[in-house]
C-alpha cells in the first residue's frame, strides 16, 4: 500500500496559524453568547450548526474505511472533546474572563507532556518537570489575584474549570493524533460535532437549563460563528495541521492562543488584568517556554505507533 502523500510542511503551519486565531476568538464569540443563552444551549446550538454541515456533506465520507475497533478511540476523543471540554469551558466563561481562560489554555502542551509521560512511557527531561511546575504556579497566582467584575465573577472558579478542560483537551489531543493516521482530519472533525450534538442534546430538558425565550443577534451570531468558523474551520485546520507535523511541534502553536485572546479581550471585551496577573502571565509562559524546544524528551527505547502507518513510530516531543 503506498505511503500517503503528504503535502509541504508550510501548508500545516500556515492551517495551525489560522486554528489558533480562530480559537483565540472564541473565547470572545463564547463569552458574547453566554451573555443571552444558557450554557447548554450555547454548546449544543454550536455542535448542532456544525453537525447539520457535516451531515449535507456526508458525501465527502463514503471513500472512509473504518477500522475495526476504533470505536473505542473515537468514543475516547469524542468524549474528552467534545463533550467534558465544552462543559467545562462553558461554565468556566461564565465566572472568568475571556483573557484569563486564554491564559490558562498555555498550560495545554505541558498536559499533553506530562499525560505522554503517564499514557505513552515518554521520559521527560528535568526543565519539562520545571516548566510544568511553573506554569501551574501561575496559572493558581494568576486565579488568586484575580478580582470579581462583571468580565469575572468568579475568577478562581472559572480559571479552575478551564483548567479541568485543559485536561480534556489532552485526552482529546492523543487520540486525535492516533486517529489521524488512519482518517482525514475531516471525518474526525465530524465525528465530534455528531458526538457533541448527541452528547449535549438530553442535556438542554435537565431543570437547571434555562431554555431561550429570545435570540438576541449578537448572542445568536456568536453560537452560529462558534458552530462555523469554529468547530468546522478551526477543528479542521488543526486535525490537518496535527495529522502533518510531530504532535510536539504542533502543540507548540497553542502558545499562541494566550497572547492573541489577551489582546481580542482587551479590544473587544475591555478585560482588565491586575498587576499581580500580569505578572502571574508572565510565569505561565515562562514555565511553558522553558518545557519546549529540543530536549524535551530524554530517548528511550521506541515504543512503535500502532496507527502509524507502514510501521513508523510516533515522534516524541509531546502531543501523540
Not at 65 to 94: I, N, Q
Not at 183 to 211: E, K, N, R
Not at 271 to 282: E, F, R
Given at each position: 500500500?503506498?505511503?500517503?502523500?503528504?503535502?509541504?510542511?508550510?501548508?500545516?503551519?500556515?492551517?495551525?496559524?489560522?486554528?489558533?486565531?480562530?480559537?483565540?476568538?472564541?473565547?470572545?464569540?463564547?463569552?458574547?453568547?453566554?451573555?443571552?443563552?444558557?450554557?447548554?444551549?450555547?454548546?449544543?446550538?454550536?455542535?448542532?450548526?456544525?453537525?447539520?454541515?457535516?451531515?449535507?456533506?456526508?458525501?465527502?465520507?463514503r471513500?472512509?474505511?473504518?477500522?475495526?475497533?476504533?470505536?473505542?478511540?473515537?468514543?475516547?476523543?469524542?468524549?474528552?472533546?467534545?463533550?467534558?471540554?465544552?462543559?467545562?469551558?462553558?461554565?468556566?466563561?461564565?465566572?472568568?474572563?475571556?483573557?484569563?481562560?486564554?491564559?490558562?489554555?498555555?498550560?495545554?502542551?505541558?498536559?499533553?507532556a506530562?499525560?505522554?509521560?503517564i499514557?505513552?512511557?515518554?521520559?521527560?527531561?528535568?526543565?519539562?518537570?520545571?516548566?510544568?511546575?511553573?506554569?501551574?504556579?501561575?496559572?493558581?497566582?494568576?486565579s488568586?489575584?484575580?478580582?470579581?467584575?462583571?468580565?469575572?465573577?468568579?475568577?478562581?472558579?472559572?480559571?479552575?474549570?478551564?483548567?479541568?478542560?485543559?485536561?480534556?483537551?489532552?485526552?482529546?489531543?492523543?487520540?486525535?493524533?492516533?486517529?489521524?493516521?488512519?482518517y482525514?482530519?475531516?471525518?474526525?472533525?465530524?465525528?465530534?460535532?455528531?458526538?457533541?450534538?448527541?452528547?449535549?442534546?438530553?442535556?438542554?430538558?435537565?431543570?437547571?437549563?434555562?431554555?431561550?425565550?429570545?435570540?438576541?443577534?449578537?448572542?445568536?451570531?456568536?453560537?452560529?460563528?462558534?458552530?462555523?468558523?469554529?468547530?468546522?474551520?478551526?477543528?479542521?485546520?488543526?486535525?490537518?495541521?496535527?495529522?502533518?507535523?510531530?504532535a510536539?511541534?504542533?502543540s507548540?502553536?497553542?502558545?499562541?492562543?494566550?497572547?492573541?485572546?489577551?489582546?481580542?479581550?482587551?479590544?473587544l471585551?475591555?478585560?482588565?488584568?491586575?498587576?499581580?496577573?500580569?505578572?502571574?502571565?508572565?510565569?505561565?509562559?515562562?514555565?511553558?517556554?522553558?518545557?519546549?524546544?529540543?530536549?524535551?524528551?530524554?530517548?528511550?527505547?521506541?515504543?512503535?505507533?500502532?496507527?502509524?502507518?507502514?510501521?513508523?513510530?510516533?515522534?516524541?516531543?509531546?502531543?501523540?
Amino acid at each position: 500500500m503506498p505511503a500517503p502523500r503528504t503535502l509541504p510542511v508550510s501548508s500545516a503551519t500556515l492551517a495551525l496559524l489560522l486554528a489558533m486565531l480562530l480559537w483565540s476568538s472564541s473565547f470572545i464569540a463564547m463569552k458574547v453568547a453566554l451573555e443571552g443563552f444558557d450554557p447548554m444551549v450555547v454548546v449544543f446550538g454550536r455542535m448542532g450548526i456544525s453537525s447539520a454541515v457535516f451531515l449535507a456533506l456526508w458525501r465527502n465520507f463514503r471513500h472512509v474505511r473504518y477500522r475495526k475497533g476504533d470505536w473505542k478511540r473515537l468514543g475516547a476523543m469524542a468524549l474528552c472533546e467534545p463533550c467534558l471540554y465544552f462543559v467545562f469551558e462553558a461554565y468556566a466563561l461564565r465566572y472568568t474572563s475571556a483573557s484569563q481562560a486564554g491564559m490558562i489554555v498555555s498550560v495545554m502542551p505541558l498536559c499533553v507532556a506530562v499525560a505522554a509521560w503517564i499514557v505513552l512511557g515518554e521520559r521527560l527531561a528535568r526543565r519539562v518537570w520545571s516548566g510544568f511546575v511553573l506554569a501551574i504556579i501561575g496559572v493558581i497566582w494568576l486565579s488568586l489575584g484575580g478580582t470579581s467584575s462583571d468580565n469575572a465573577p468568579n475568577p478562581l472558579l472559572g480559571n479552575l474549570l478551564e483548567l479541568c478542560a485543559m485536561v480534556s483537551a489532552t485526552g482529546y489531543v492523543i487520540n486525535a493524533k492516533k486517529l489521524s493516521a488512519t482518517y482525514p482530519p475531516l471525518f474526525i472533525t465530524a465525528v465530534q460535532s455528531l458526538a457533541g450534538s448527541v452528547f449535549f442534546l438530553p442535556l438542554l430538558f435537565l431543570p437547571t437549563t434555562q431554555l431561550p425565550d429570545a435570540f438576541p443577534l449578537l448572542p445568536t451570531l456568536s453560537v452560529v460563528y462558534l458552530g462555523t468558523c469554529i468547530s468546522l474551520g478551526a477543528y479542521g485546520l488543526y486535525n490537518f495541521g496535527v495529522s502533518r507535523l510531530p504532535a510536539g511541534q504542533a502543540s507548540a502553536f497553542i502558545n499562541l492562543i494566550p497572547v492573541i485572546t489577551l489582546l481580542m479581550g482587551r479590544v473587544l471585551l475591555g478585560d482588565q488584568l491586575t498587576p499581580q496577573q500580569y505578572a502571574a502571565s508572565a510565569l505561565v509562559l515562562v514555565g511553558v517556554l522553558l518545557s519546549q524546544g529540543r530536549g524535551a524528551t530524554v530517548p528511550d527505547r521506541a515504543a512503535p505507533d500502532e496507527a502509524a502507518p507502514n510501521g513508523t513510530a510516533s515522534q516524541p516531543g509531546g502531543k501523540k
